[in-house]
């Protein structure tokens, strides 16, 4: 287990330019998957009993100019593809794609906007000021366990001026939509043809206009209820243009106009067996697109649903199918939350222009651009890479407990580390596999003295082997 873990964690070596900054890197990657509590960088020295220099070096490590955030992504990306759990359907990867957003107080933090919440849940605040990230997973596992891998969260909105400084004129500003499809393609390039799972807020034009771009990659999403489509244009009569379109209906009225049309199956969904009443139709969406799609309408024990695929070769019980797999990625967006504490950050900077909290986010947006100084764009511009380094590095320690629950998951359960009165499957759970990896680390140190994270951990506890170089603006975490 642990040479398994030394090996893939050694993989992310390229991707740093000094042996330092990257000794810190298989530190802090540790102290995420191991940590007993949720308080910050310091859980982490506590963790490995680290002397308290390591506590500022490793705050330095997250502004180090000695990384590149999309090589950290990439390097990701290239280990989860190697190992065997990945689950495919029609030859292709089924890629996850979701927006999750995280409470944040801080006035000087930059990303920070007021948010809109729809939530069932009445302990949660229809509005809240936070960051709003769009988060990437892959579907894997085995007939016990099906897990969504994460393989990328970056911020999604409250950025777009910062990254227009660092970017100039070669940045376009594009949604949350268009930026989710971005990260898929980036993926795909990577990965090679795969379906990307979203939920009916992403069934958009700017959406189908990016997926154009996007070669080897298709959608499968669901439509609101008062979804319009258009039949395609009939036989071409007469001078002028050429329709594009046919007439237009509303996609739900076949659900009493073409009630006998409908098909009876049974297909499992959710972990239990339900009746499923489906009726298949390709029609064009999009004013001016105009898009061939495929319209699955269901009814599941009453309830109406109309899923959507870009794909007109899947059948409508794949549609269906590869729909309900899509909650995965918000027990991932959990577990990231409570395992691994992923955005438990604190990151700040003094060049911060200060939150103005009752006023709108188009106000605060006018306040960014008001940083004229080239150096305190530098600074804010380092807190978001920070920002999204920190949540990265958290994702790929999520994902390394996932694999390793997967690929020594006898191993796990033999060991009887965590007492379980009741298991819902073979395979352990992350926080299950966190306590034992917590647990038998000290064995590590034992049996492995040479190994490449004994000696990382060894000469963090022992000495300080310097600091990371880079930015060196005050912030907490």
């Known amino acids: 287990m642990w040479e ?9 070596r390229p991707c740093f330019t000094r042996e330092i900054t990257f000794g810190w890197f298989v530190v802090i990657l540790l102290g995420l998957m191991l940590r007993n509590d949720h308080l910050g960088i310091t859980s982490i020295v506590r963790e490995f009993s680290l002397i308290e220099s390591a506590y500022t070096s490793m705050l330095h490590f997250f502004r180090s100019k000695a990384w590149h955030l999309p090589d950290i992504r990439n390097a990701w990306i290239d280990i989860v593809k190697s190992t065997p759990f990945l689950i495919k359907e029609a030859g292709r990867y089924i890629l996850i794609g979701d927006g999750v957003k995280q409470s944040k107080e801080g006035r000087k933090m930059p990303g920070v906007k007021k948010l809109h919440q729809e939530s069932d849940n009445s302990a949660k605040g229809e509005y809240i000021h936070g960051h709003h990230f769009g988060g990437l997973g892959i579907l894997a596992g085995n007939e016990a366990k099906q897990y969504s891998i994460l393989l990328s969260a970056r911020l999604h909105e409250g950025v777009e001026a910062i990254r227009k400084w660092l970017k100039g004129d070669k940045y376009n500003e594009e949604s949350h939509v268009v930026k989710m499809v971005r990260d898929a393609a980036n993926a795909v390039k990577r990965l090679g043809g795969s379906i990307l799972l979203l939920d009916r807020l992403y069934l958009t034009r700017p ?16 439509a609101k209820s008062n979804a319009k489509a258009f039949f395609p244009p009939g036989k071409y009569k007469g001078r002028g243009a050429r329709p594009k379109r046919g007439p237009c209906v509303k996609v739900a009225s076949f659900f009493t106009t073409h009630a006998e049309l409908f098909n009876l199956v049974e297909m499992t969904l959710y972990g239990r067996k ?204």
């Open 207 to 222: 959406m189908l206009k990016a997926l154009q771009e996007a070669p080897g990659l298709s959608v499968v999403t669901k």
């Open 4 to 12: 398994w873990i030394n090996a893939t964690v050694i993989r992310f």
């Open 274 to 477: 339900e009746a499923v009443r489906y009726f298949c139709i390709d029609l064009l969406w999009g004013e001016g697109v105009y898009q061939n799609l495929r319209f699955v309408l269901t009814v599941i024990d009453g309830t109406r649903s109309i899923f959507v695929s870009t794909d007109l070769t899947l059948s409508p019980k794949q549609v269906v199918s590869l729909y309900c797999r899509r909650f995965k990625i918000e027990c991932a967006f959990r577990e990231l939350k409570q395992v691994v504490a992923g955005f438990a950050y604190h990151f700040w900077s003094k060049a911060m222009p200060k939150l103005q909290k009752f006023k709108c986010n188009d106000t605060n947006r006018l306040s960014l651009e008001q940083v004229g100084d080239k150096r305190s764009r530098e600074l804010i511009g380092s807190t978001v890479d920070a920002i999204e380094c920190f949540v990265q590095v958290s994702v790929v320690a999520l994902g390394m407990l996932q694999l390793v629950s997967l690929l020594f998951w006898k191993e796990i359960i033999l060991g009887g580390m965590r007492f379980m009165r009741t298991r819902s499957s073979s395979v352990p759970s992350e926080r299950t596999t966190a306590d034992y990896l917590r647990k038998n680390i000290f064995a590590l140190f034992r049996f492995f003295p040479k190994m490449t994270l004994t000696t990382i951990i060894y000469d963090s506890q022992t000495h300080h082997f310097g600091p990371v170089h880079g930015q060196t603006d005050t912030h907490a975490a």
